[in-house]
């Protein structure tokens, strides 16, 4: 099924469950005022959650209404865990490989993680605000799981089967922070803004064979100032899945209902610089720090410049058919003039 | 005014209003359900139970009853944000002076800190579970405050204005996964186990003279299975107060109302080994590895071991006429066997 939360002027939102082609919507408030509910009561809310989606697919749903993406905030606008990984290895090797230094063979066999802001997550059309372009504002396209309650020391297939929903994510990074930040030793935390998550939330069973061993494989498209920027393949190149994810996070505490693990920049393997953007035939990027690193490889310096005030980042996946999944993440960097 | 969360078997508890000198207790429900819906909502809220806590005091709520700390979860037992500080440089000072390497100049102007898992914490009296006493077990006592929504950049006086309410913490660390774990850059993660808060927050104002400029000034009592440990004044040799550590964590984006800003290990500065323990006539420490770094510092190796499953600890503070103002957070190490 596919579920989304609908901006109603709370910290929350509202939950509701989304058609299957993303047309129309009907409030889920009676089974499940919002997804954490929905989350924290799986067993109970899950099955009636069901049967209103497949009324709403047959058109069924006595008080169906026009789904509208931009109405949308985040499924979870605030969540009590979000925890990042950085499974695409490619993306670790690019990194080092700019800085020339080797990667750790653990790499390979202990994930990467840090832990990461969530009580003020942004809508997927909110724009991502900041306070300077000094601070080098990069998007990071992923894909992240919702799991359900997980306890500690939890096997992968225990953690595979913790999985609730998938969805996309921008895990916006303030580049030039980062290697302060990193040199202290205690991790990212300035250096990480608000995340934005795609409108749609969407069952593990509705992904059909797209959901593989714990991977999500299709492309997951990037669009930047309106020009094709990424399409790499979130199944690929995957060195860590979900369910292993979500096990290193659980290996010395119990994980609640409503975590969200995310899988760290999507990204390929691929062949040079000059290979690997869209439009000479490769696969693109999903952020542009991987650009600069390649630019760094073969160039000795980055050459592409992060996000400015006004440019536009839109985030989206498509099945088969070319249907949109998610929904998308389509977002403007703007200056941030106070709360809202 | 002084608030605690009762367990009442759902993930959130039950919010209560506590007298002053801890012995009474009367529902909050009719205000707000949970202390995190009271903070969501705190301009409505906080005239309510302050006036409830005044009729409390006065003996005249009409349905109090016999307060009992062990009936208590922490005031959050999940909140959507824990960032911890490190602002006794005095304990960094040490960790560095074991390694033999240099304090950078930066962290003395420019605050440690880290995001810390909030989505499941322990209550005051529940056992800390862990699957291997070979992680490392080691208390930490700390002071927290919990705070309203606070801007992106906002300035030390508008967050020492949004400080809500304030509490003691015992943030569970992993010492022998914190290497290998700092080694890999992104920070902690599985070295942080969950923390446990004191029974009862309480407003600063509560505090009277003992909150100054944004720090609480008095000594953190700890006790190690039942001996006196520590007892450093939690209000000196704190290099950043809260407010400072508020804006630190609100420099590139909004704090919703609910975080909760740790202030690190308290550590005051004090002599050599034999001389910093509270038997000697020092303040002792507030976490093992402060003791074993003076070890490694005098005698080239720790000698004291960490915490074993069946340790105790307990964590409390006391104003100047020694009642408890917190309650006391009182766990013993357990083998972790399952979700309860």
Redesign the interface.
Known sequence: MKLATLKNGT?DGTLVVVSRDLGTFQSAGAIAPTLQFAL?NWDATAPKLEQLYAELNAGKAPAAQAFVETACHSPLP????W?DG?AYINHVELVRKARNVEV?A??YT?P?????????FIGPYDPI???SEE?GIDLEAEVAVVTG?V???ADAALCAAAVRLVMLVNDVS?RN?IPGE?????????????SAFSPVAVTPDELGGAWQDSKLCLPLNVTLNGRPFGKPNAGEDMTFNFAQLIA??A??????A??IIGSGTVSNKQGNLHGSSIENGGVGYCCLAEVRMYETIENGKPATSFLKFGDSVRIEMHDDAGASIFGAIDQRVAL?E??K
């Open positions: 910290r924290d605030r969540a009590y865990q925890a950085s750790p653990s790499f202990d990467l993680m840090y832990q990461g802001g969530s009580d003020s605000y900041a306070l601070w309650d306890a500690m020391g303030l922070l990193l040199l202290k030793g205690f991790g990212f935390f300035q250096s990480k803004a608000a290193h996070a290996k010395t505490r119990e994980l609640a409503g975590t941030y106070g709360r």
